[in-house]
């Protein structure tokens, strides 16, 4: 009987460890990393159809002191306005992402620190505005993407 069930034990053990998804974390990190890559794009081409591809339908934003949820809908109409009103000439990373993501790649979080320069479309002659930024986006892996349905930022003013 004891040798029956620790067969069955070892049996089990070996069927989910076989079943279980190997994840490749440092893809992972490169998809990640794309984002980032597809959000700086969107923000220099005044394109916000490129950053609802990274969004999941909803999202909770926490900034300036307030929290947000908002749906993909109402941000969508948010950025449009915003980027028919500015005009990036900047939007860089000033250090390397800090990513970490979980172990089963389900869920990951990604800091970041930006410059970002900008002009206001209605007013060019008005100063450049110089901001620095820092922020921790959440991202969830919903039908095989990472999708932001998280975002936490700092906003410094030069």
């Not at 923000?43 to 969004?55: K, R, T």
């Not at 900034?63 to 860089?92: L, V």
């Not at 930024?133 to 030069?158: E, H, L, N, P």
Request: proline residues 2%; charged residues 30%.
């Amino acid at each position: 009987m004891e040798t029956t069930r620790i067969t069955l034990i070892t049996m089990l053990a070996i069927l989910t460890f076989s079943c279980s998804k190997s994840v490749d974390l440092e893809q992972e990190r490169a998809l990640l990393l794309e984002v980032n890559e597809r959000q700086r794009e969107a923000h220099m081409n005044s394109d916000p159809s490129l950053l609802a591809l990274g969004m999941a339908d909803t999202l909770r934003a926490v900034q300036r002191g307030e929290i947000r949820i908002e749906t993909k809908s109402e941000r969508m109409k948010r950025w449009d306005a915003y980027f028919k009103s500015i005009e990036y000439s900047q939007w860089d990373d000033l250090q390397e992402p800090l990513i970490e993501i979980s172990e089963d790649a389900t869920l990951a979080w990604m800091s970041v620190k930006k410059i970002t320069v900008s002009t206001w479309v209605d007013d060019p002659s008005q100063a450049i505005d110089t901001t620095y930024f820092a922020w921790t986006t959440g991202f969830k892996k919903i039908k095989g993407d990472w999708k932001v349905y998280s975002v936490t930022s700092t906003r410094v003013a030069k």
